[in-house]
């Protein structure tokens, strides 16, 4: 495959991360200082105008680009990379019948009762006891995200356990701790991949949810879901610019991570063949 | 080694499955048709019931008055521990009624009413005698007077309803206090007479104030009696879930919980039956939507509105937005002084510097806030605010009174706000960017509802600022229920043994608007304004809107609206 | 008798895993919801007007917050055996009245939305299925991609500022019907109500006051459902039982069943996450239409720290999920016979 044609999707994605590390030098305004009158509609001095205190909405969006995917990147990574070792320890012990099997049923029941907790309790408790912050945030969402990774490579490995190549492996002499990571997760790990974009997705969109309801981060730190909530009112009344730039900046960023899958996917196919 | 994924999809053999003939293509065709006739079906049911501007309401008529609302209070009773909300305050102004109550004047905006404070009118009673020690209050009960149940008032509901609030956990009793402090100061007359006696004479308007606001509801406790229990003595549990047991001018007709309460008006209200029967209180919880409702005409009137939409909605058509001289809530920066950094006068002198107060009005209030020189009601009698100090923002003025106190380099602290009320939250935002040119650095903290109310009473918060009001509008209590030794847990912990002593004196001096206590509030206010354990940041307009219909919108001292004197005019 | 058991083990033994979980969920509920920060007593004194410590005591006794956390989770317990949540401190009604009464609702609007979102979803699959076009196929894998990147409630807000703002083509956001118009109460599932006393006007404001949330529901949804079905038509339209039909002559529409029957599991499976998700999730559109609903319920017994309302929401939730997911991994096994416990794949 051409390098442009393995490379080409994730180009978005590269730029994102780009502008999200180096965009603060480039910004016209403090991002977390009052810098004008309040609600000033986009114009040559705020192309992006201001909010209701009177921030500069075009800085706070490209600020609010790094706090929006580090949080994002973590809870992936977190969740993806907890998920596949889970649900392959899960998915491969499950059948059996001495002590791991046990472990290994009750832990995947955990898994399917822990989806039962509605996401917003979670947050809202994981943020009460240590306080609002990046850390604490993305803790709540890989909780809140892990499990339905956990469940796909789950499913995905006991789709292959059986399959006739591993016994090869084993009568080779090979321990079970190095099939299963050696040949079972390359096989069962599509699905938690291909997902990954998806939790990108959710992970900014709870994130939202929860800023809607008053649990963020501090004030004034620019993030896009408490942006686009507080400025979900000023909407209706024609005050549309609050809202829309940093909901287009959200959608954008889940966009070019779903772009960066087939990448990502292109790239395991390759490892996998052997 | 074999590797399942290593075929590749075979797009070919699906082709096979690939199908051009007719029946196919007309499914398609078929489920584009269905979509036509629904999209149709869909458009043609919203054009056949209206919705141009207005066709709501004016397909009803003007008996009834539809409400948008951010919120239903979860509870119909207060006592026993009920919470205390916006919403409970305005139900609590229709549900029920007091012996007294403070007569409407006209408002400072055109068709509207706004309470007299200086004054007290018969509203259960016919009308009141003080004795001439001034120690006793007797009230004569209105003689005809029936409850919307048919009960007859009389001065055992009197009693017994002040008995409730006494021998339940009700916050309401510790405000009698120091006036009122046991029952035996009660005492029935006759039928339709109770004389009430107070421990100081200089208290008596304030218990006045008591009676004609929430903490002094009088209920028809014929139902109440029928319905209590021996573990529930006071019927408040019932009364949480039911209603009709206020001598107030409405009770609820039907209730579905977060969605919709309608009001139904009582036909024996003292004034005589309100000119409105109805009352559809409507949830919607977003503020930008119940502000647009009021544009289109979809609803009479929206109830907490935010300060910038009520500017824009002022330029409307057929909206009135009211506007009040002196607005009563306002937005309380409480200084906690039982630690550092405020715990030093100087700090707190310096803080009071270093708020953009005019900035504040403009941008999050857009004009609609004006600012507050104390805590008493600038047209109290015999008050004046022309002497009290004023605090301006003044960076330099602040950073060497920092200085002075030893924080040459600035100093930082968190300020505590509660997630639920968004122009507070901007108003901090405010304070942050403009303190920091003044040497302070402020981190905002935002905690939801219950933690924020736990930190306020433990006052573990270094500051906090949150929307406060006194809904009793006499000196006395403004001086008394916000400050200690008066009262325990107050927000900033302040205590100056020069205010006790000076509000004690005007109490002392008899009547509380008279030129001598005048004179001596002011000076308790000026003691205050000097030491600033709080700031009043603003002073904010009524967060109400309505159509040009609504006439007769009363601004009271808790911003709830009285459907009762509303007249709507179509 | 033994056989019997034996074939129909599979369902039987996920049915008395039911109680099991719930039992272990509103375990752990209780602790959790002890988590939440903030003082349960003063929320129901008004601290702004200041307040006396003995006012504290007696409303923290009326509360019954006095005792150790251990007989409070005995007394949680003895009443959940009776089927009994608890009365609410706040209101006054007992817990099960209070969810009950907005239960209904929330599950309504969910459950029509995701119907729709699998009509959608399966509309896709025909398409895919009969076309080749590539104009037909990369729309929908691109559909497919979107999953999870639309945030329900920007959509929400951009169709309301379009359709009601400006067009006025449907009615005020503000509530389920009319003013003036009374909710029937037979089931307490509002549109199947309306429906089975007859009132044709209320089902009709109804209809219109909930189209746009279930619009957004389907569009922000299907994606997810598509997703999984995409992926799952593509694998089993390649396999070997596939083959097998075309080569042994039968007719297109078996073809297409047995494909997509044996594709649904992912997506199946999805649905009843979604479900899942959204009967809590959905509380932002109720929120921004005025609907009510469960999750205004939770978020109120957050703010006023009502243990009990948050209890009970927590295992009416998690009871709800889970028999969902019980009907999730029931419909999987009809559809694909080697998921069945016990049962060997083979290779």
């Known amino acids: 495959m051409t390098r442009l044609r393995l490379w080409g999707p994730a180009a978005p994605f590269i730029l994102l991360v780009l502008i999200a590390a180096f965009g603060v030098l480039l910004i016209p305004f403090d991002p977390e200082r009052v810098v004008a009158a309040s609600n000033l509609p986009p114009s040559a001095d705020h192309w992006f105008g201001t909010d209701s205190t009177g921030m500069d909405v075009l800085s706070r969006t490209i600020a609010g680009a790094r706090i929006n995917l580090t949080m994002a990147l973590i809870v992936t990574a977190v969740a993806t990379s907890g998920g596949m070792v889970l649900g392959l320890v899960i998915g491969m012990n499950e059948a059996q019948r001495g002590p791991l099997g046990i472990v290994g049923r009750g832990a995947s029941r955990a898994v399917d009762l822990s989806d039962a907790v509605p996401a917003l309790i979670v947050g809202i408790v994981v943020v009460g006891l240590f306080g609002p912050s990046v850390a604490s945030l993305s803790i709540a969402l890989a909780l809140i995200l892990m499990p339905n990774q956990i469940r796909l490579t789950r499913a995905e490995v006991l789709k292959v356990r059986h399959d006739g190549y591993l016994n090869a492996a084993r009568m080779a002499g090979l321990s079970e701790v190095r099939i299963m990571f050696r040949h079972v997760l390359p096989n069962s790990c599509r699905p938690a991949l291909e997902n990954s974009s998806l939790v990108f997705g959710i992970s900014i969109i709870v994130s939202a949810s929860l800023g809607f309801l008053g649990v963020g981060l501090a004030p004034p730190i620019p993030e896009w879901g408490a942006m686009v909530s507080e400025g979900v009112s000023d909407v209706m009344l024609g005050r549309w610019w609050t809202s829309l730039f940093p909901a287009l900046a959200l959608c954008l960023a889940v966009a070019s991570a779903a772009a960066v899958t087939a990448t990502l996917t292109r790239l395991t196919r390759g490892a996998a063949s052997h | 080694m074999l590797d399942k994924t290593a075929h590749p999809a075979p797009r070919d053999r699906r082709q096979t499955l690939v199908d051009r003939s007719g029946p196919r293509r007309g499914r398609g065709l078929r489920l584009a048709a269905l979509c036509c006739v629904g999209s149709l079906w869909l458009a043609a049911c919203t054009s056949s019931t209206g919705s141009d501007s207005g066709a709501t309401t004016g397909g009803q008529t003007v008996e009834e008055v539809v409400v948008a609302v951010p919120a239903l209070t979860p509870t119909l009773t207060w006592d026993g521990g009920g919470g205390l909300s916006l919403e409970a305050y305005e139900l609590n102004a229709n549900f029920h009624a007091g012996l007294v109550r403070n007569p409407y004047v006209e408002g400072d905006t055109p068709g509207t009413l706004m309470q007299d404070f200086n004054e007290y009118e018969g509203y259960l009673a016919e009308s009141y005698d003080v004795s001439d020690d001034g120690l006793t209050y007797t009230f004569h009960l209105r003689p005809d007077l029936i409850s919307s149940a048919g009960n007859p008032f009389t001065a055992d509901d009197v009693l017994w309803s002040i008995e409730r609030k006494w021998n339940t956990p009700t916050y309401a009793r510790g405000t009698f206090a120091p006036a009122l402090t046991d029952l035996n100061q009660m005492q029935k007359i006759d039928d339709h007479t109770v004389a009430f006696t107070l421990s100081q004479p200089g208290l008596g308007f304030n218990f006045l104030g008591l009676l004609a606001n929430m903490q002094g509801s009088i209920y028809d406790t014929t139902v109440l009696r029928e319905n209590a229990t021996p573990e529930d003595p006071y019927a408040v549990e019932w009364s949480k879930t039911n209603s009709g047991w206020g001598m107030g001018a409405y009770s609820v007709e039907t209730w579905t919980p977060d969605q919709e309460m309608v009001l139904v008006a009582n036909p024996n209200y003292v004034f005589g039956e309100p000119a409105v029967k109805r009352v559809f209180l409507r949830v919607v919880p977003d503020a930008g939507t119940r502000a647009s409702m009021v544009i289109s005409g979809d609803v009479h009137i929206a109830e907490g509105l935010r300060p910038t939409d009520q500017a824009q909605l002022a330029t409307a058509e057929g909206v009135v937005v009211p506007e009040v001289e002196d607005p009563i809530e306002y937005i309380d920066m409480a200084l906690v002084t039982n630690k550092a950094p405020f715990d030093n006068e100087l700090v707190r002198q310096a803080m009071a510097l270093a708020v953009p107060y005019d900035e504040i009005i403009e941008q999050v209030y857009s004009g609609r806030a004006a600012r507050k020189v104390g805590i008493i009601n600038p047209a109290t009698r015999n008050y004046s605010t022309a002497d009290l100090p004023t605090h301006d923002y003044d960076p330099e003025r602040a950073k060497e009174l920092l200085a002075e106190a030893g924080f040459p380099d600035g100093l930082s602290f968190s300020l505590t706000v509660s997630n639920a009320v968004p122009d507070v939250v901007d108003a901090a935002v405010m304070i942050q960017s403009y303190a920091a040119d003044a040497g302070f650095e402020v981190t905002i903290d935002r905690q939801p509802v219950a933690s924020f109310a736990q930190g306020r009473f433990g006052g573990t918060y270094q500051s906090l600022m949150y929307k406060n009001r006194a809904f009793v509008q006499t000196p006395t209590y403004a001086m008394t229920v916000f400050w200690e030794p008066f009262t325990t847990s107050a927000p900033s912990r302040w205590r100056n043994q020069e205010f006790t002593d000076t509000v004690n004196a005007a109490i002392a001096a008899g009547d509380p608007l008279g030129e001598e206590a005048g004179e001596l509030w002011a000076e308790a206010m000026k003691i205050n304004l000097n030491s600033t354990p709080e700031i009043f940041v603003a002073a904010v307009q009524p967060s109400q809107a309505f159509r040009e219909s609504v006439g007769n919108y009363t601004y009271r001292s808790e911003n709830a609206i009285d459907f009762a004197s509303l007249e709507i005019t179509e | ?347």
Request: hydrophobic share 55%; with cysteine; net charge neutral.
């Open chain 3, 1 to 347: 008798m033994k056989s019997v058991l034996q074939r129909h083990r599979w369902w039987m033994l996920r049915t008395l895993a039911l109680p099991a979980h719930i039992a272990v969920f509103a375990t752990v509920s209780f602790f959790l919801v002890r988590l939440v920060p903030g003082d349960p007593v003063l929320t129901v004194l008004d601290t702004s007007q200041s307040i006396s410590a003995e006012d504290y005591q007696a409303a923290a006794t009326s509360l019954g917050l006095d005792g150790s956390i251990w007989s409070q989770f005995l007394a949680f317990w003895g009443n959940l055996l009776h089927l009994d949540l608890g009365v609410s401190r706040i209101t006054g009604r007992p817990i099960w009245e209070e969810i009950w009464s907005r239960l209904p609702a929330t599950i309504e609007l969910v459950t029509v939305g995701l119907l729709g979102s699998v009509a959608l979803g399966l509309g896709l699959a025909a398409l895919k299925l009969v076309t080749s076009s590539p104009w037909v196929q990369i729309p929908l894998r691109g559909y497919g991609r979107l999953a999870g990147s639309i945030p329900d409630f920007a959509l929400a807000i951009v169709a309301l500022v379009v359709l009601y703002a400006n067009l006025r083509w449907i009615p005020a956001p503000i509530g389920r019907i009319d003013p003036g118009m009374s909710l029937p109460h037979v089931t307490g599932f509002p549109l199947a109500d309306s429906i089975l006393t007859g009132e044709w006007a209320v089902l009709n404001s109804m209809v219109q006051h909930i189209a746009l949330p279930v619009l957004v529901i389907v569009l922000v949804h299907t994606p997810s459902i598509w997703k999984q079905l995409d992926l799952g038509l593509e694998e089993s339209a390649a396999a070997a039982p596939t083959l097998f039909r075309v080569a042994s002559g039968a007719a297109r529409s078996a073809v297409y069943l047995s494909i997509l029957r044996r594709a649904s599991a992912s997506a199946v499976v999805m649905v009843g996450a979604l479900f899942g998700g959204l009967v809590g999730g959905v509380v932002v559109l109720e929120q921004l239409f005025s609907l009510g609903g469960l999750g205004q319920f939770a978020i109120d017994s957050v703010d006023s720290l009502d243990f009990l309302g948050l209890q009970g929401f927590l295992v009416s939730i998690a009871a709800l999920c889970l028999v969902a997911y019980f009907a999730v991994d029931v419909v999987n096994m009809l559809l694909d016979p080697r998921r069945r416990p016990g049962a060997r794949a083979e290779g």
